[in-house]
């Protein structure tokens, strides 16, 4: 028995040590999703083909330990790379693969940063469905009370404004981000909000304010090493020294903005430094090279309009085949519930019909042990009453002997009395007479007192003899 608790207790610690080790390799794993996540996020605006890459990997570990959060923000986190590379189709539908996970977990947050995700992806093609997703993304940003959300979700809505040229509205929304960025101490949205508050005030040619604001947001920018804000904050400083005729500046600017378009690879940034050349060299009355950057933006400008076309086509195409496969998967976990339910439904009626059975089992097991006690309980009543039968007969024998005795004994002890009485009774007779004739005078008083003696000595005589004779029951003599 020792030797056999020492088993179990070894085999114990085993599966504890071992379930401890694969705990802690899936909290090491969850980790480093975690982290990269976290910093391709944060290399969004340096380098967003290194955002898409560290998403890669956390998705891999994530669908390795079926890490579903993991598994939804990395879709998420890759198609806001594929996003800042102009790569619209991958990034909705990185997007809606990401809304699939975060839905099916009941994720509220992950979804309403999905939402404020797509709503940037329809910012520059379609301004009403781009508000609906951010009005969506607020609602659930203010009932979760998220800040960080609802700051990011006010700068969007600002850029929708912007670029619908509703500018006061715009820089309200600017404003209402600034003041919760600035809670937050969050730097780096800092720099973005101050360079588009910026933009706001150049369409307001508000110069010189524009021109400070935007220095201010280009110079933190480089410190932070966010490459592309710094190219788009050149753009609009390109723009506005080329309006000022301030030619060697907007020639600088310019090289710096390319420099960097190249560095992040972003299509858009660099065909809008080209149209930027194209009016530097203009106002330069630089027309040879106007012309040819005014061809080449031609040639782009409809490749644009085209791929923004086929994009806006593209975008409504993946949402429908993205909400097919997501009824197929609601379709799919709905069946997989139902087998669920079936598979636990017959093993609660497999395990209640094993308990039947041994409780039916146990019972005939009783049974047949209560059978045998009984058995054995008869048996024990049978030598019982069969010894008890005998003693009332030997009971019954000795009580007829006992009466025969009593009934000698009673006689005896009436004769005892009856001869007593008569032998008694003529003393006493003496004794009373010679106490009258003593009262009368009749007697000679020794005389009445030897005679008294006397017959006091013969009842002392018969009591003698009377208590012998109960003392010697075969004694006869009466």
Not at 37 to 55: H, I, Y
Request: proline share 1%; aromatic share 10%; with cysteine.
């Amino acid at each position: 028995m020792k030797k056999y608790f020492t088993l179990i207790f070894f085999v114990f610690l085993t599966l504890s040590s071992f379930a401890k080790r694969l705990n802690d390799t899936n909290s090491l794993d969850t980790n480093e999703v975690i982290k990269l996540n976290k910093q391709g996020f944060a290399m969004r605006l340096t380098d967003p083909a290194q955002t898409v890459s560290d998403a890669s990997k956390a998705l891999a570990i994530a669908q390795k330990i079926d890490y579903d959060t993991g598994i939804a923000e990395s879709w998420r986190v890759m198609g806001i790379g594929n996003y800042y590379l102009s790569q619209p189709v991958k990034a909705i539908d990185n997007y809606l693969t990401a809304l699939n996970f975060f839905t099916k977990i009941n994720d509220l947050r992950g979804e309403a940063k999905v939402y404020n995700n797509i709503g940037n992806l329809y910012r520059d093609n379609d301004y009403d469905r781009a508000l609906g997703f951010f009005t969506k993304s607020l609602v659930i940003a203010k009932k979760l009370s998220d800040n960080k959300l609802i700051a990011s979700i006010y700068f969007n809505i600002g850029n929708i404004y912007n670029s619908k040229k509703s500018f006061y509205q715009a820089l309200n929304f600017y404003n209402k981000s600034n003041d919760l960025f600035v809670m937050l101490k969050d730097t780096v949205n800092l720099v973005q909000c101050m360079q588009n508050k910026g933009v706001i005030y150049y369409s307001l040619k508000q110069f010189d304010k524009a021109e400070s604001l935007l220095l201010e947001a280009n110079k933190e920018a480089k410190q932070l090493d966010l490459n592309e804000p710094v190219a788009r904050i050149d753009l609009t400083l390109a723009d506005l020294y080329t309006r000022q005729n301030k030619f060697n500046q907007a020639e600088k600017i310019i090289a710096e903005g390319v420099n960097l378009s190249n560095i992040v690879n972003n299509d858009k940034t660099k065909y809008d430094f080209k149209y930027t050349s194209f009016q530097l060299d203009f106002k330069r009355k630089n027309y040879e090279h106007a012309l040819n950057y005014l061809y080449n933006i031609y040639k782009q400008d409809s490749a644009i309009y085209r791929e923004n076309t086929s994009t806006q086509i593209n975008l409504i195409q993946e949402q429908f085949k993205q909400q097919a496969r997501q009824k197929e998967n609601e379709i799919l976990l709905q069946r997989q519930k139902y087998d669920r339910v079936r598979f636990w439904g017959v093993t609660v009626v497999a395990g209640l019909l094993l308990v039947l059975v041994a409780v039916l089992i146990n019972n005939v097991k009783r049974k047949a042990a209560t059978n045998i006690q009984l058995t054995n309980l008869n048996a024990e009543v049978s030598r019982q009453k069969d010894n008890l039968d005998r003693i009332n007969h030997h009971l019954e024998e000795i009580i007829d002997e006992r009466t025969k005795d009593l009934q000698v004994k009673n006689k005896k002890l009436s004769e005892y009395s009856s001869y007593l009485s008569h032998q008694i009774r003529g003393p006493i007779a003496t004794l009373k007479g010679l106490m009258n004739l003593e009262k009368e005078g009749l007697v000679d008083q020794p005389e009445c007192i030897r005679m008294m003696n006397k017959c006091v000595g013969e009842i002392d005589d018969k009591i003698i003899e009377m208590s012998d004779m109960l003392h010697d029951p075969g004694r006869t003599g009466f």
